[in-house]
C-alpha cells in the first residue's frame, strides 16, 4: 500500500507595508485637513483580526514620521504584535550619515530589517556624496533594505546611482513610485519604473500611496491595471511585493478589500500561481529576512 504525498503548505501571506500610530504623540506632516478619515489611534489590536480574515501570515510595520521617538514606538508595537509583526523598516536621518549611525547605534531591535526616511520631492543628490555610500555599504553588509518613494527623474536618477554604486543594496520601492492612476497618464512614470527595474537591487510594492488615494473620488482598481501590468513586465513576480499601505489605504477601502482587488488585478496582469505566491509572500521574505 503506498502512502499518500504530503500536502505541500500554503506558501505564507505577508503583508510587507503598514503602519500603527498614535496621533496625539507624533506629528504627521504627511496627513492634511484631506486626510480626517484616518485622524485617530491605530494599534496591533486593531489590525489582528483584519488579518486573520484577510489569511495574512505576517506583516512588516513601517515607520510613518521622521524621529527616534518613532523608531521606540516601533519596537514597542513589534512587541505588542510579536504573533504577526516579522520585520521592522525603521527610521534614520539618512541625509546626515553622523546621525544616522548614532540611531543606528541607539535602535538595535532585534527585528529591524529596513530603514527609511519621508523623502517627498526633496532633491536626493546627497546619496552619492562619499559619506552617503560609506553609509549604504554599511546598511548593506548589516542585512538592512532602504525604502524610498521616488517621485521624480531627478529623485530617480540618484536612487539609480545609488544602486549601482552600492550594488548590495536591497532598495524597495514602496507603492508602485506613484503612478498617475488619476489621470491616466503612463509615458513618464513607465520610463522612471523602467530604469529602476533595471537595478537588480531594486525591488516594488504592489500597494497604493496616499498621493494616488487622495486624487482619487473613491476607490478604482481597475485604473490600476495597466500600471500593476507595466510592474509585472519590468520587474517580474520575484520582485515584486504586495502591500496593504493600512491604515491609510482605508481612506478609500477596507483592508481585506484593498489586498483581495490588488491580487486580482495582478492575475488580471498575467501573474500565474507561482508569480502570485512570489508577490504574495516569498519577495519579502526574502528581501526583508521575514521568518514564518
Request: no cysteine; glycine share 6%; hydrophobic share 50%.
Amino acid at each position: 500500500m503506498t502512502a499518500d504525498p504530503p500536502v505541500a503548505a500554503a506558501a505564507p501571506v505577508i503583508d510587507s507595508h503598514h503602519h500603527f500610530w498614535r496621533v496625539a504623540r507624533q506629528h504627521q506632516a504627511w496627513r492634511t485637513a484631506e486626510h480626517h478619515a484616518i485622524e485617530r489611534d491605530y494599534d496591533p489590536a486593531d489590525l489582528r483580526a483584519e488579518l486573520a480574515a484577510a489569511g495574512v501570515d505576517a506583516t512588516v510595520l513601517v515607520q510613518s514620521v521622521d524621529t527616534e521617538e518613532e523608531n521606540d514606538r516601533l519596537a514597542a508595537y513589534a512587541t505588542r504584535a510579536a504573533d504577526y509583526v516579522a520585520a521592522v523598516v525603521g527610521w534614520l536621518p539618512l541625509a546626515a550619515p553622523d546621525a544616522a549611525r548614532a540611531e543606528l547605534a541607539r535602535f538595535t531591535h532585534p527585528l529591524l530589517r529596513g530603514v527609511r526616511t519621508l523623502v517627498a520631492r526633496d532633491p536626493l543628490d546627497w546619496l552619492t556624496a562619499p559619506g552617503s555610500l560609506a553609509l549604504f555599504r554599511d546598511l548593506a553588509d548589516r542585512g538592512l533594505t532602504w525604502d524610498v518613494v521616488p517621485l521624480t527623474p531627478e529623485q530617480v536618477r540618484n536612487i539609480t546611482a545609488l544602486a549601482e554604486a552600492v550594488p548590495g543594496l536591497r532598495i524597495v520601492v514602496d507603492h508602485l513610485a506613484r503612478p498617475p492612476v488619476e489621470t491616466g497618464e503612463r509615458a513618464p512614470w513607465a520610463a522612471r519604473l523602467a530604469a529602476l527595474a533595471a537595478q537588480p537591487g531594486v525591488a516594488l510594492k504592489v500597494s497604493v500611496g496616499i498621493d494616488v488615494l487622495t486624487a482619487w473620488p473613491r476607490w478604482d482598481a481597475d485604473a490600476l491595471l495597466p500600471y500593476v501590468a507595466h510592474a509585472v513586465e519590468v520587474f517580474g513576480p520575484e520582485r515584486l511585493m504586495l502591500a496593504s499601505n493600512w491604515p491609510v489605504v482605508l481612506l478609500r477601502r477596507d483592508y481585506g478589500g484593498a489586498l483581495a482587488d490588488l491580487t486580482a488585478v495582478l492575475s488580471r496582469a498575467g501573474v500565474g500561481k507561482d508569480g502570485l505566491a512570489q508577490i504574495r509572500g516569498a519577495t519579502a521574505a526574502r528581501w526583508y529576512g521575514v521568518q514564518t
